[in-house]
């Protein structure tokens, strides 16, 4: 068995990189999930003029600024998105894109909010011609057929992955791309609609605006899962996490921050509430010593 952390953070955003600040201060064990980029919500901003210290600040620069301090202090980054977290009792175990397996005392969920909707039918066959993920996936299509919806450039790589196993893949790319792929992927430019089967047993096709691809698996390769999938009976309101001002679920142990937990989106709330879900997560913890 691996390592069991005090804390798992997910999400590289101001509320995690709070989070996970905090926690490394008052000398917490602990894992922090999401991308040495941090986040594209911090990264692409032009400019930002309410941070209280940094007038003016351009986002590529409070991104860089985000990672010395986490650098200073030698919190890293585990580049792996959690796709689904498990209350276990008297810890959580964390399922992973890579396939690993994570374990911690407990969780800080930190992951923003996504806009992409899912897709009808998606939900339905998920398991059943629908995956999320192509290398925990790949071994059930070899010779056979996979469309890949990809939301960004790094999912290209999983779509190759795929093509290595499977005989034909569709990628459905969501993003202009001019890239070369290997002989049997396909790159189809068109606009999901949704995902059908005709048996009702497993997915078997997915419908596009105009078009429909026939295939045996379809994956769907966004940036975020979607929280509903993510954590197993937590507790929502509105499509946001339900959070006390002391930013706990209603999941002994697992705390949310950040846009994750609603209105306003804003750096400053998410960061203030990273180091809230933090000092909660740390007041947990001493109490079970
Ligand atoms: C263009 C733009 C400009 C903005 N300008 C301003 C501004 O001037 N002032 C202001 O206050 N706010 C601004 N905002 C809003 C602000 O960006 C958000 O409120 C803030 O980034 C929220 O922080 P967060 O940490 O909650 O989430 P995010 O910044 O969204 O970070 C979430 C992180 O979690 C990661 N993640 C998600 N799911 C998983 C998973 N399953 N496993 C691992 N990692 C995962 C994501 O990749 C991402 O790194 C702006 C937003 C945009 C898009």
New binding site residues.
Partial sequence: MGERFDVAV????????SAAITLKIRNKNIIL???KN?????S????????PGLPDIK?EELKEKFLKHLSQLDIEITE????AVYAMGSYYSLQSKSSKIYEAASVII????SFEKMLPGEKEFLGRGVSYCATCDAALYRGKSAAVIGYSEKEEAEAEFLAEVAEKVYYIPMYKTENAFSENITVVNDIPVSVESDSGLKADRLVLKNQTVKADGIFVLR???SLSQ?VAGLEMSDNHVAVNRNCETNLSGCFA????TGQP??????AGE?NVAALSAVKYLDKKI
């Fill in positions: 997910i999400g590289t955003g101001p509320a995690g990189v999930f999401g991308n941090l986040s594209e919500k911090v692409k901003a032009h400019e930002i003029k309410n941070y986002g792996d998105m959690i796709t930190a992951t923003g909010v940036d975020s899962v993510l921050c950040g846009d994750v989106y804003q750096y400053i709330k998410a990273g």
